[in-house]
């Protein structure tokens, strides 16, 4: 086995080197205030808002996931999370401007702008917690184990558990100094990094002469790998890895048409959410907000998966017997198996930037979870802007060293923790949405929608034989249903909360209306229902941008060249859409 070189530890090295001056750099601007520290004082610009998106999403554990799903069912394996674009593109044209509009902290401070009284309170400090602290320690506790296993593999002559924590204390020190500005920028060239490494790799890859050798990826693997598309059966169960992959059309259905809107999940939230409105509500100004979230739904779709899908597949050539199991493990084996000396330190060096522009941003978001929507609400509200920076440099350093108890001592233990997740936020994804939209939603609401999902989840895994994917209709049912009732059994919220947040977004649409007509004086949007139409042509552009880019690496100009027509034409109309409506004067 080739050990790493100078070159290799030199590339890692500067890396390192540079990402801590970066947060050194922005050490004295994330000081002077929560604003600064956590949102950058709203002033980014929607490129790097939008990459910090991007980024984030692109953890160490994403490419390896993303390869598994081509070993395993070829490219069209990858509809269990392309389904989400049209969520995304829902966040851009209806919720982005919104979001930054509101002129809040976090997306939790939003609960008491839209609701009133106790429930809103306990709502918003139970959620502080319990996905500032606990959901974010997972997150991060999975992402360190993807890293745990890149380095056993690709670095054994390092001590991997030794190695992630040096590599957390780091990432801390970085993030809790420099607050998001610092965050946003390692977070651009991270992604830089991340992805120049990936397209080296898998250029490489398809050169590989046991590629060659077999007649490339298209004579070596059969026709089916390279279908976009997955078949759809009428029914029965899912067809994998014994020819096409094939789905039950209900499984399909599930997935494309309830999933997207209805289930709660880290970075794909419907409406935006968690760090995503955190980047949304730094931005510039509306415009950038929107053009951030539009740049990272083409980008997480339709730029970033290509170089692993390739991977994914060169692997099957060069990796025929690895079990299912460790499919995912076949990315790192090709980067172990063809990059040379130099390469191979510029390769961990992209996956520690997808790893630690992940971690940062969780690091940051979860702070001001806790330290705005619950420290500084029920604890300190009093205290002055230098003590809740300092406050919340401490709590950057105990969430880090939470997330490290929950990655040793927790996460072996938990299985299927991704569709769990799913499952257990199935229909809270409609209060999410309709909050913004439907003025008789109240706190409780929200509340039902969280628990009622648990619920229904129980009797269906200790109850039924009813499994994932299938278990999202009955889940959504149940919840939009409880949901529904205890709204209509509860008070609604008190009406000047609600004519205060109608002055602050003006949000507009029918279901405010016994609002609107109290406050004519208030402007608000208008074209309501013409946004789906830009929320069509956004979802058209990236399916095109995405096929097209797939039909170009696999040899097939012509098909490739009417996509990526297409995805210009749907562009174009965007853009007009938005100069016809003034969104590019937006402040």
Known sequence: MEQFTVLDYAFIAGYLILTLAIGLMF?????????EFFLSGRKLPWWLAGTGMVATTFAADTPLAVAGFVAKNGIAGNWVWWTFVSGGMLTVFFFARLWRRANIMTDLEFIELRYSGKAAAFLRGFKALYFGLFINAVIIGWVNLAMFKIIRIMMPELNPELTIVVLVILTTVYSGLSGLWGVSVTDAIQFL????????????????????AAGGLRGALPAWMFDFFPSISPSGSSTVGQGAFALPFASFAAMAFVQWWASWYPGAEPGGGGYIAQRMMSAKDEKHSLLATLWFTIAHYAVRPWPWIVVGLVSLVMFPDLPAAEKEDGFVHVMKAILPPGLKGLLVAAFLAAYMSTLSTHLNWGTSYLINDFYKRFIRPEADAKHYVRASKAVTVLTAIFALYITFFVLETITGAWEFIIQCGAG?????????????????????????????????????????????????????????????????????????????????????????????????????????????????????????????????????????????????????????????NLQ
């Open 428 to 584: 809270t994804g409609f209060v999410l949405i309709m909050r913004w939209f439907w003025w008789r939603l109240n706190a409780w609401s929200e509340i039902t929608s969280m628990v009622a999902p648990f619920a229904a989840y129980s009797w269906l895994h200790f109850m039924t034989g009813i499994t994932f994917p299938l278990s999202i209709f009955i889940i959504v049912l149940f919840t939009i249903t409880a949901t529904l009732l205890v709204t209509f059994l509860t008070p609604p919220t008190e009406e000047e909360t609600l004519r205060s947040f109608y002055r602050t977004t003006r949000v507009g649409g029918v279901f405010w209306k016994k609002i609107s007509d109290t406050m004519p004086e208030v402007e608000s949007d208008k074209g309501f229902l013409l946004l789906f139409a830009d929320w069509f042509l956004g979802i058209v552009l990236v399916y095109s941008a995405l096929f097209g880019t797939g039909k170009l690496i696999f040899g097939e100009p012509l098909p490739a060249a009417l996509y990526f027509l297409a995805a210009a034409v749907s562009g174009w109309l965007i853009y007009s859409d938005m100069n016809r409506r003034g969104w590019n």
């Open 193 to 212: 990094i991340a992805m120049t490494g990936c397209i080296i790799l898998a250029v490489l890859a398809m050169q590989h002469p046991s590629v060659a």
């Open 27 to 35: 050490s004295s601007r994330a000081s002077e205030n929560v604003g």
